[in-house]
């Protein structure tokens, strides 16, 4: 059944705000990656708030569907999703990395609801590999979701995961690519042309699905075809945009890892209807 149009407004609705509490959290302590927290929000909140069945009260379900936020400086969009899910204390944002804070710069594994630490790429497709045969071996329904970036494409563990993956014909793997063609410091196309993306895990044995990573009902879509796909892991390559939501941010490297100043924030959060 596809998204039905109420529920995908919801989400839409939970996206504007998890927007407006990344950049607010980033802003509060002037650290933080802003570019790729936005151009995930939609991936990881259909994912959590809809797809996954992830919940609080049975966190040690073995049966519970994991998610390895592999480009871990997205963290804050990760947190989010995690508070709105009860994993984390409501007004928890805003301790983002601080002292003692459950919410620390990149997803560790004391945190509530985090499955794989993660923030060095390249090694979060092999965990969430590991996790799906051992899941698959004890003949568990349960999903394991995978998110990537594009810039982590460049690292070459990466590419042995991408390997084994279809050897082990691990259905229950879902990879996402938000593919925001914008690395740390210049395009994806300067530092490290990727080419033919698609071609690429096409040829190593993956079913490859590509939809706008910004709509929620083109995501659900290929989530769907995904996890009805029997024959290996399936690939989504997520055409997003590196700080979207924010004009002044969209397709800028320089909005990677810069924190906002109380006059950008003010701009972006007007931008997206809130209340400075
Ligand atoms: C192994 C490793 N090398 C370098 C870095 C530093 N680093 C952090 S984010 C980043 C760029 C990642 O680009 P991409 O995967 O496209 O992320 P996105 O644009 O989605 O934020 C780099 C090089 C790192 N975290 N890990």
């Not at 259905?171 to 210049?186: C, I, M």
Request: charged share 25%.
């Amino acid at each position: 059944m596809p998204l039905t149009k109420e529920r995908e407004a919801e989400l839409s609705e939970l996206c504007r705000e998890f927007r407006i509490d990344v950049l607010k959290a980033i802003h509060g302590i002037q650290s933080g990656h802003p570019g790729g927290s936005l151009s995930v929000c939609e991936i990881l909140t259909l994912l959590y708030q809809e797809i996954m069945n992830v919940s609080a009260d049975k966190a040690d379900d073995p049966d519970r569907d994991r998610l390895v936020l592999c480009k871990g400086h997205a963290a804050p969009m990760l947190y989010r999703n995690l508070i709105e899910k009860g994993f984390l204390p409501k007004d928890s944002m805003m301790t983002l990395r601080r002292i003692n804070s459950q919410l620390q710069g990149h997803p560790s594994i004391h945190t509530p609801g985090v499955e794989m630490p993660s923030g060095p790429l390249g090694i979060g497709l092999s965990a969430a590999q590991g996790m799906a045969i051992g899941l698959k071996l004890n003949g568990s329904p349960a999903r394991v979701y995978a998110v990537l970036g594009d810039g982590e494409l460049d690292e070459g563990a990466v590419w042995e995961a991408a390997m084994s993956a279809p050897k082990f014909k691990l259905s229950n793997l879902t990879a996402v690519v938000d593919f925001n063609k914008v690395q740390l410091d210049g395009t994806t196309e300067e530092v490290m042309p990727i080419r033919d993306i698609e071609g690429k895990w096409r040829s190593f044995g993956w079913n490859v699905l590509r939809c706008d990573g910004h709509s929620l009902s083109g995501l659900y879509d290929a989530f769907s075809t995904a996890k009805n796909y029997m024959d290996g892991p399936s690939v989504i390559i997520a055409d997003t945009v590196k700080g979207k939501g924010v004009s002044f941010m969209e397709g800028k490297a320089a909005w990677h890892g810069k924190p906002l100043s109380d006059e950008d924030l003010a701009k972006a959060v007007a931008e997206l209807g809130g209340v400075n």
